[in-house]
């Protein structure tokens, strides 16, 4: 995965990845829809960052739900996301609620 960018992690490449790195993954893939958003100009960003501290908005939220929808092949709860979790925790909490 180090030659791609994190932002087009596909589900396939997803599932395939060892079980232990994919929480990593969708982390990275969080961390670089999040400076796509932001066009590289958010603050910066890191897996213990609350989406509200790196300025994630309502429209960004649906975004980045549907995003995750497509890369987990599971609809995620928006609750999720609307809670304020960590990038870690989303990630995480993601990859579990997909059964990943």
Same mark, same amino acid.
């Given at each position: ?34 400076? $796509? ?7 910066? $960003? ?55």
């Amino acid at each position: 995965m180090s030659n791609h960018d994190p932002a087009l992690l596909t589900h396939a490449q997803l599932t395939a990845a060892p079980a232990e790195a994919r929480v990593r993954l969708v982390e990275a893939y969080l961390l670089a829809s999040i400076a $796509a958003f932001h066009q590289n100009t958010a603050p910066a $960003a890191d897996a213990s960052s609350r989406l509200s501290d790196i300025g994630i908005d309502s429209i960004q939220i649906v975004e980045l739900k549907f995003g995750l929808d497509q890369l987990l092949g599971h609809e995620l709860d928006i609750e999720r996301i609307v809670t304020n979790p960590t990038v870690g925790e989303l990630a995480a909490g993601c990859v579990r609620d997909a059964g990943l």
